[in-house]
């Protein structure tokens, strides 16, 4: 990213939300973003994730350079290159732990037959294959977490974005998804967590802070 603002329109005015941000990830990082409430995180979050659009300056994701994209190409260049993880888990209610996983191969144009062994052996690197037919109510907030983990791996993409990963969890439990974050990361996948937490940030390779809508890489 380089230069890139973001302000969003609030009545007359326009309130500048990122600020001049430039941050250059590379492949196999694992990156934290460290900052306090309304600092931007999320907004960032959310650019980096291709879900929104900036004012001005570039991002070149993975070769593509993403304000010129149109809405169909981010669609596209999101599903393949990004896996989310949201603090709240984001998990479909209505639908067991195997058909939550499985979303983002089925929008892939995937058939399920194809889709299940990849999904089942997603769900054993998180240890919960054995809990593919429980539905999400059924299973504890680290569970939960652990299985959004599992689809935001299943199509094996670049990068894992997550959003306050362990907010919803205890202590316990979060240093588990953040062990499985380890893991993932010394396997190849490339980290980028945001959170306000400095001892959660910790976990990170690397971390950089974002204080009213600018980055401090140090
Ligand atoms: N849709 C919007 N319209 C106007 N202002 C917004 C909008 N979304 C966010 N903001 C403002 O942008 C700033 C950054 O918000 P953002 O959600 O990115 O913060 P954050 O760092 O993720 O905070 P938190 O830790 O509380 O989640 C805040 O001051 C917020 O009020
Ligand atoms: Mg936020």
Redesign the pocket.
């Known amino acids: 990213m380089r230069g890139i603002n973001k302000s ?1 329109a ?1 009545g007359q005015e326009r ?1 500048l ?1 990122l600020k001049d941000i430039n941050l250059t990830v590379e492949k196999g990082e694992f990156l934290a973003i460290l ?10 979050m959310n650019i980096i994730g291709c879900m929104d659009n900036f004012d001005s300056g570039e991002y070149i994701l993975d070769g593509n350079a993403i304000q010129t994209m149109k809405d169909s190409q981010l669609t596209k260049i999101r599903n393949r290159e990004i896996g989310f993880i949201f603090q709240r888990y984001q998990l479909i209610p209505s639908y067991n732990v195997l058909q939550n996983v499985m979303i983002p191969l089925i929008i892939r144009g995937y058939t399920r037959r194809e889709a299940m062994p990849i999904c089942r052996e997603s769900l054993r690197s998180v240890g919960l294959d054995e809990r593919r037919h429980h539905k999400p109510n059924e299973l504890s907030g680290g569970q939960q977490q652990r299985v959004a983990i599992a689809r935001a791996l299943i199509g094996n993409p670049n990068i894992l974005l997550a959003d ?1 990963p362990t907010g919803a969890l205890d202590t316990a439990t979060g240093s588990e998804v953040l062990e499985l974050f380890q893991q993932l990361n010394e396997q190849g996948h490339t980290i980028i967590m945001i959170t ?1 937490d400095l001892n959660v940030a910790s976990h990170a390779k690397r971390v950089v802070r ?1 204080v009213d809508g600018q980055l401090f890489t140090q």
């Not at 900052?35 to 960032?44: A, D, F, Q, R, V």
Request: aromatic share 6%; no cysteine.
């Open positions: 969003y609030m309130l939300v900052g306090p409430s309304g600092s931007g995180k999320s907004t960032l306050e306000h974002i």
